[in-house]
């Protein structure tokens, strides 16, 4: 399987200012210490050995949209949630399907908030009329969620304007769905209107889960065996590391989100293999990313008791094999 | 993870606060006697009258988030006894546990007991 993270942002889309790009160009030209390079392909090897990722690269501002590749181009694109990200997974889409990859796009959404769902209107494959799209949900008002946005006091185009054959799924938790190329879990979650996490297992066993907007109450952490279980020896755990924990019991505690230490000590506990961190605080800069992964690295350490967990931070355009 | 075992004593009661030392791994295995021993001293020191119970981490291995986040039910339980909760002498893993948390910015760390008492 492959992983790909088309959209990483938490809550809200953000941008890079002038300002931010400007501290990188600085940063990246005193790292070179006054070296010149013969061309941009040798400038750029330079960068990406010596630079560190927040200034080299960026983490990106799209909101919430994984794509989980299994099987072939015969097979059906697998994505989970409708976020921002998904105006160019669409794109791309296009170009694999032009390619020959089978126009079928199977939907998962962890739950129906705006920045879950805001991508959808822009989201190319809707008006290929070859298409079909599945929207899987364990909500059985998403398709309300998905019309309500595109009415005319929100949106220019009305959802039956959409050529695609779309369809909505209500899944339940406690069975086993094969879909596509994988066999789809799905786990209830504790989020204002309620979210739910999703396992995506393929045929040779390797398992992704993508858990997000997953609050793990301070007073309900019994609860938090249903989700080792889950997570049970995962290839890869995604999951809403948001906060610091310090923030998700106090300031931000009922807001629906988790934090770093959680999601690491859940992996843990299951014994997964790699966790991504992901729905990244939209006022977080890439240097603040970028430190939450260090020291999310060094929890891990600190706590690690088995087998190593590699600690991953998910940003815009990652891929990840799985 | 194995189970660990976590031992408690209550090592001064100096009618300022109670100071408390536990010892030991603080994991998911136990996290829950943890909590529980913890909201026992609180009491006890809302029993005695004392506005401060001491928290030793000095013999405190490492703290996962099941430990930390049962200091907050702690702290929330002995706000409600009008104790308050303040944190001594962590190990060096203890205080990067701490920094990583952010729980520094949510409980006072003393470098050491006496300075806990009288802080």
Redesign the interface.
């Known amino acids: 399987m492959k992983v790909r993270f088309w959209g990483t942002r938490g809550s809200l889309a953000v941008a890079q200012k002038a300002a931010s790009i400007g501290d990188k160009i600085a940063a990246a030209l005193v790292a070179a210490r006054g070296r010149t390079f013969a061309d941009v392909a040798e400038a750029r090897a330079f960068a990406e050995s010596e630079l560190d990722f927040a200034t080299f690269g960026t983490y990106g501002g799209a909101t919430s949209c994984v794509e989980v590749e299994a099987g072939g181009e015969g097979d059906a694109f697998i994505v989970c949630d409708l976020g921002s990200g998904l105006r160019e997974f669409g794109l791309d889409a296009m170009g694999r399907c032009a390619r020959g990859h089978a126009r079928v796009y199977h939907v998962f959404l962890s739950h129906l908030h705006w920045d879950h769902i805001c991508g959808f209107p822009f989201f190319v494959p809707v008006f290929d009329p070859a298409a079909e799209v599945v929207i899987h949900s364990g909500h059985p008002d998403a398709e309300t969620a998905l019309r309500r946005q595109q009415e005319e006091i929100s949106f220019p185009v009305a959802f039956d304007w959409l050529r695609a054959n779309i369809s909505f799924r209500t899944l339940e938790v406690g069975t086993r769905y094969p879909i596509g190329a994988v066999t789809v879990e799905m786990i209830e979650q504790h989020h204002s209107h309620l979210s739910y996490g999703y396992k995506f297992t393929d045929a040779a066993g390797k398992s992704v889960v993508y858990s997000t907007d997953s609050e793990h109450k301070i007073d309900k952490m019994d609860a938090e065996t249903a989700f080792v279980g889950f997570f049970g020896g995962c290839d890869l755990v995604i999951c809403d590391t948001m906060y610091s924990l310090a923030d998700s019991i106090s300031m931000k505690e009922d807001w629906g989100h988790s934090s770093n230490v959680v999601a690491i000590d859940l992996c843990h506990e299951a014994e997964a293999k790699r966790l991504a961190l992901f729905h990244h605080e939209p006022t977080y800069s890439d240097a603040d990313l970028q430190r939450m992964h260090q020291e999310s690295i060094r929890y891990e350490e600190l706590t690690r008791e088995t087998a190593p967990l590699e600690v991953l931070c998910a940003y815009d355009g990652l891929v990840v094999d799985v | ?2 189970t660990s075992i976590l031992v408690w004593s209550v090592v001064s009661h100096d009618g300022a606060a109670r100071v408390v030392k536990p010892a030991g791994k603080i ?2 295995s136990t ?1 829950t006697p943890f909590g529980e021993r913890l909201a026992e001293e609180i009491e006890a020191a809302a029993t005695d009258g004392l506005a401060k119970v001491v928290v030793d981490l000095s013999h405190i291995e ?1 703290m ?3 430990g ?2 049962g200091l ?2 702690g702290q929330r339980k002995a706000s409600e006894h009008k104790v308050a909760i303040v944190l001594a002498q962590p190990n060096e ?1 203890m205080r ?2 701490l ?5 520094d ?2 409980f006072k760390v003393f470098d050491s007991v006496a300075e806990a008492v009288a802080g």
């Open positions: 993870m194995g994991d998911e996290a490492y996962s988030s099941r930390l986040r907050t039910l893993i990067e546990i920094a990583i948390s952010r729980y910015k949510v």
